[in-house]
């Protein structure tokens, strides 16, 4: 499977040995000789090293070595680390922001405590579909549903999940039925605001770019109209 983008593809251009840092033991530098393969990727035209789960960015470390490091980063200097392990600084630099980066991803992205929704009309208006934007951070954050009905409003909550959903603290919308009882039924602690003229109204540069975007997507990639 190809490193760079997850193509799985049969095959493989060459192999080569190579030596992987890994957790000591006993005192004693642990390094592993693992074969590691290259791929042709047809996604990338390119010739990648194949993807190893037990790796991190860097391929001579392995991802236990990686985390362990990043660890002992929280309470002792990089420095005092290097020495300790017989690596130089910038790696061990590089291995604390691998697992920095790890840590974050684990921890995923804050839930949105204010959110507006609005819908959008598509093509000439005979098409609907909700936008929901997070207010404080005056983004777009949820583009989706096949209408405005209630079942395409919960498909929202259903992605953020109950947790994220029970998060939210006002919800700023207008006086559409289906928006509410979908609200009120997936995040049931959300105070609703009717004030879309207020509020969303600022938003409008941001569904603006999304209408757009859309409107070149479903004219296809030309996005010219030739006559008949
Ligand atoms: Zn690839």
């Given at each position: 499977m190809c490193g760079a983008c997850g193509r799985a593809q049969q095959g493989f251009y060459d192999r080569s040995?190579?030596?992987?840092?890994?957790?000591?033991?006993?005192?004693?530098?642990?390094?592993?000789?693992?074969?590691?393969?290259?791929?042709?990727?047809?996604?990338?035209?390119?010739?990648?090293?194949?993807?190893?789960?037990?790796?991190?960015?860097?391929?001579?470390?392995?991802?236990?070595?990686?985390?362990?490091?990043?660890?002992?980063?929280?309470?002792?200097?990089?420095?005092?680390?290097?020495?300790?392990?017989?690596?130089?600084?910038?790696?061990?630099?590089?291995?604390?922001?691998?697992?920095?980066?790890?840590?974050?991803?684990?921890?995923?992205?804050?839930?949105?405590?204010?959110?507006?929704?609005?819908?959008?009309?598509?093509?000439?208006?005979?098409?609907?579909?909700i936008v929901v934007s997070e207010l404080i951070r005056r983004r777009p954050i949820w583009f989706g549903g096949a209408d405005r009905s209630e079942a395409s409003m919960d498909e929202f909550f259903k992605g953020l999940g109950a947790r994220k959903s029970a998060g939210i603290r006002l919800a700023v919308m207008d006086m559409w039925k289906p928006f509410r009882n979908s609200t009120q039924r997936n995040a049931a602690q959300a105070s609703v605001l009717f004030d879309k003229f207020h509020v969303v109204r600022h938003l409008g540069d941001a569904l603006d770019k999304v209408r757009k975007a859309e409107y070149a997507r479903l004219s296809g990639s030309g996005g010219c109209h030739r006559p008949p």
């Open positions: 040995l190579r030596r992987v840092r890994d957790l000591s033991c006993g005192g004693l530098r642990i390094l592993l000789a693992i074969e590691v393969r290259r791929l042709a990727c047809r996604s990338c035209r390119a010739v990648k090293r194949e993807r190893l789960d037990f790796l991190v960015d860097n391929p001579r470390y392995t991802k236990r070595f990686a985390f362990y490091v990043g660890k002992r980063c929280g309470s002792a200097t990089i420095k005092d680390i290097a020495d300790e392990l017989e690596l130089d600084w910038h790696t061990v630099k590089e291995l604390e922001k691998q697992y920095m980066r790890e840590r974050l991803r684990r921890a995923g992205t804050p839930g949105p405590k204010v959110i507006g929704i609005d819908e959008i009309s598509i093509r000439q208006g005979h098409t609907y579909r």
